[in-house]
């Protein structure tokens, strides 16, 4: 893989052109207009229940789709801003174990579009960014 700089962090490409299953970050030029379209937010639980929670600061981890559901980003602010999202996205099929489907979610919160199951596939998710289940 190679490894460029952006102005904000590090950005992981396959040297031989993009691949689908890759985790990206990318810079706020780039992650805006990917960004723009997204499907979402939606509060993320395990099959349990459990709710994704960012271990920093204790708050419920919120998830939104790119690219037609393909790539999965992490937010920390319902309002969907850019300032409260990691800009790495993740292929959705390695944190969801089923097609994803959002479901209705009883948060009551009128920006949350529902609650996704997924898998915790690694608790590093980026800088500054520990995932754990509560509970």
Do not use: N
Request: glycine share 12%; net charge negative; hydrophobic share 35%.
């Amino acid at each position: 893989m190679a490894t460029t700089r952006s102005r904000r962090e590090a950005v992981r490409a396959p040297a031989a052109g993009p691949r689908t299953g890759a985790t990206v970050a990318m810079d706020d030029g780039v992650f805006a207009r990917r960004f723009r379209d997204h499907e979402g937010p939606y509060h993320l639980y395990d099959s349990g229940d459990r709710p994704l929670i960012r271990a920093e600061t204790g708050a419920h981890v919120l998830g939104a789709l790119l690219d037609h559901r393909a790539r999965l980003v992490f937010l920390d602010d319902p309002g969907g801003g850019e300032d409260g999202v990691l800009k790495i996205t993740y292929p959705t099929g390695e944190w969801s174990s089923e097609p994803v489907e959002p479901k209705a979610c009883a948060c009551g919160d009128g920006r949350c579009q529902g609650r996704l199951v997924i898998t915790l596939h690694e608790s590093h998710a980026g800088p500054d960014w520990m995932l754990t289940f509560r509970g």
